[in-house]
């Protein structure tokens, strides 16, 4: 199959883009930078320039491909890269250039709990788009993740750990909350893209622990052998400085809502029916720090 990958230097894109180059696919991979993807082109996809605001270069980047990965964002965007630009509008360019170019199926990354009226905009914008997809005529499959480690425990929670000893919880950390590694959520992808079992579905998936973000803590404290200083951004001043914050700092106030969400909100998920269905070895939150703390890229 010929594959075009959009966000191809994101966790997501980057790993989908490997692992379907390994086995045997040709891969396109967008780039709005394409110095970005050179790794990727040194194990033979074809790197293009390409940018979810530019909707002619998502024409050019459709053209005879079989599928698209979607899987870009702009949770924390800003300027012309506001997440209204990109993952509103951008998004419904890229589904109607598939549908004009004639892809034969569109895979896009969605999120865990979306809803219509969910309390992030970022994912209501979320749930717009699966409405935009399933209503476009193309063959689709909408994956549901829920946080990545990569960014949810590393580089949110455990980078600085390592680094500096510190690290900021937003709330009190003490909800469970199911991660998911990126490595995992492209094996999906990759079902997503090549397997019928997932053509017109949209599919809950998640990682094998529920863990807190505290608990998260005590692993980097456990793997880098060094006591951390927690401070905590109280939930109840979010909840207020968000909505007051919406007009001026838009991006602050949406990352304001998100981690109310996810402090107070059930994050929690049961793997028992997607293994059923899609067995696979998955990542743990654990096996995950381990390696990260001892030196390997997260
Ligand atoms: N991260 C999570 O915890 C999580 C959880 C659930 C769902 N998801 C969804 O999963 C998907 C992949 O997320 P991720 O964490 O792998 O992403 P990521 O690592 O944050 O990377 C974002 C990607 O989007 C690209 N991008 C941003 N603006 C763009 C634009 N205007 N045009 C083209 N590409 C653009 C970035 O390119 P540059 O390198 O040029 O910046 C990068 O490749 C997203 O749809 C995300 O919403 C993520």
New binding site residues.
Partial sequence: MYILI?????????EAARQLLVAGHKVRA????VE?AADLRAMGAEVIQ????DPESLKKACQGVDAVL??????M?TGK?TSE???DA?HRSLIDAAKAAGVKHFVY????GVRPDHPVDFIRC?SKIETYLKSSGLSYTILR????M???VHNLLGATIQTTGKTTIYGKGDNPVNFIA?VD?ARFAVIALTDPRLKNRAIDIGGPDNLSKNDVVKLYEKYTGRKASVSHVPTGVMKVMGPILRPIQPVLSRLMAFSVWMDTCDQRFDTTAMLKEFPMPLTRVEDFVHNVASGNNS
Avoid at 30 to 33: F, G, I, V, Y
Avoid at 70 to 75: E, P, S, V
Avoid at 109 to 112: G, L, N, R
């Fill in positions: 959009v966000g191809s230097t994101g966790v997501l894109g980057r967008m780039a709005r930078d970005k390409g940018d979810l605001i979607a899987a870009a964002h702009q949770l965007g890269y630009a990109v993952d951008g990354t969605s999120v865990i979320k993740p829920p946080a990545f990569e960014h949810h990126g959520v």
